[in-house]
């Protein structure tokens, strides 16, 4: 904790201009040299009694993961006998040769007694690589007989017809499906499995095509809205708990995954309910157009821009214990999947909205769309970049997730003007782009010949979401 602090105070010197980028990165190396080899695991899990590799990649994590895979394949053996077993009682329980009755369904039944055994196991208590075999098979058991038999008794118990809601906006048919999803994820950070941490984001699709089912486009877009809250707050629960343990960032990754995927979800549910019809008079005819709002992308674009300015700050830098790993990075995933191409896909729709899609330049004429577009990206960028165009050439990392998205932002920007030119100009385009290029490679490559050979650090540092 002591040279956390340290290293904090020296970045605040670095912001002010005392300190160059170069000695704060020397200096930084050098603590983490040091202490590499005083982190202590805060849990014995029987491969590394007395140190954990600051690696993620490593054997015992490699062991950690085989072993999960074997105890998933046998988890997924029993639940298909279950399943078979079950089957096997319907038909002999049903009479199709006169009038095609059915027989007893019970996987209802079958499977809430195996997910309440699998959570009642949870008591038997193990250690080393038995606690990580038993643990992962009794996460995917309950989670997967969970869901079957939640699903399987809204389906065939109650019974509802499809064009039917069950209760406001349907929350009552997907509301207990979302709780089943949300207790899996508890119940596999309770046994540290991260073989189900990886594959536990593809349940919430479940109860996100439960809610989607509404037959009123405004319910299912309220509905999805309830589901991305429960979404953030299990991302907000995961970067404020302390104690979770460092594989937790498998799941956390799932999670920033489904962020960006909802978000998608959200756009075309919001276009939906609240697009408008706009009435066309051309040559005597009159049509109705679909028109997009654009008001959802730009509520995500400026909730981005305040959440980066005035909140991540905060949050004190959040870590996993006893790790240097940015709790930051797991969301990564999630923001390239949305907000890479969000500026892009709001532009066109303001466009639209106003009906300026294109503008003339001259005899040639280029897309609004791409312009907002590309204005949004570069103001994006230059906020990770703490607002200074100067850093965008001096302080881009791999390292930090603040500037590594500053730095995919202005790309997408740059690729966005890109776009811009070749549908301005079109094949025109070439007498641009390759003087252009050519002068960067030559200039580029000159300039380093005359810096000479750069320094390869030896190691890589997760940074922190502040550093610049």
Request: hydrophobic share 50%; with cysteine.
């Amino acid at each position: 904790m002591e040279n956390e602090r340290f290293l904090e105070k020296l970045s605040e010197y670095v912001e002010k201009g005392i300190l160059k980028v170069e000695i704060f990165e020397e200096i930084k190396e050098n603590v983490y040299h040091q202490n590499k080899e005083d982190i202590v695991t805060s849990k014995n899990d029987g491969f590394s009694p007395e140190s954990k590799p600051i690696s993620f990649f490593n054997k015992d994590n490699a062991m950690r993961f085989s072993l999960g895979v074997a105890a998933g394949i046998g988890a997924l053996l029993v639940l298909l006998g279950f399943a078979l077993l079950t089957s096997l009682i319907q038909d002999l329980t049903g009479d199709y040769d006169n009038g095609g009755a059915r027989g007893i369904e019970l996987y209802w039944l079958v499977f809430s007694l195996l997910s309440i055994s699998a959570l009642f196991s949870s008591k038997i208590k193990l250690e080393g690589r038995a606690a990580v075999f038993l643990g992962e098979a009794r996460s995917i058991i309950f989670g997967v007989s969970s869901m079957i038999a939640i699903t399987h008794f809204i389906e065939e118990v109650i019974d509802l017809p499809y064009d039917e809601s069950f209760g406001p906006l349907n929350i009552l048919e997907w509301g207990p499906i979302l709780g089943v999803v949300v207790y899996s994820m508890w119940f596999a950070r309770l046994n540290n499995a991260w073989v189900s941490y990886s594959l536990g984001w593809i349940l919430w699709f479940i109860p996100i095509n439960y809610a989607s089912l509404n037959n009123d486009t405004i319910g299912t877009f309220f509905n999805l809205v309830i589901i991305m809250g429960v979404l953030i707050f299990e991302v907000l629960r995961e970067w404020f708990d302390e104690q979770r343990e460092d594989g937790s960032w498998i799941q956390l990754m799932g999670n920033g995954f489904l962020v960006g995927i909802v978000a998608w979800f959200l756009m075309d549910a919001f276009a939906e309910a609240f697009g408008i019809e706009r009435m066309i008079n051309e040559d005597g005819y009159e049509y109705s157009m679909d028109i997009g709002n654009p008001l959802m992308g730009c509520i995500f674009i400026l909730s981005w821009i305040i959440w980066m300015q005035y909140f991540v700050k905060s949050f004190d830098h959040k870590k996993y214990k006893n790790t240097g790993r940015s709790k930051a990075w797991p969301l990564i995933l999630g923001c390239l999947i949305f907000y890479t191409f969000i500026p892009n896909i709001t532009g066109f729709l303001i466009g639209d909205w106003f009906g300026f899609e294109d503008v003339g330049i001259g005899e040639f004429d280029i897309s609004v769309g791409i312009i907002i577009g590309c204005l949004i990206h570069i103001i994006m960028g230059l906020q990770m970049f703490n607002w200074e165009p100067e850093n965008v050439v001096v302080k881009p990392s791999l390292t930090n997730p603040g500037t590594f998205m500053g730095s995919v932002f202005l790309i997408m920007a740059f690729f966005t003007f890109i776009g811009g030119m070749i549908d301005l100009l079109e094949e025109l385009a070439g007498y641009l782009f390759l003087p252009i290029g050519l002068l960067v490679l030559i200039f580029g490559t000159k300039k380093l010949i005359e810096k000479g050979e750069i320094n390869t650090p030896n190691s890589v540092i997760v940074g922190e979401l502040s550093e610049e």
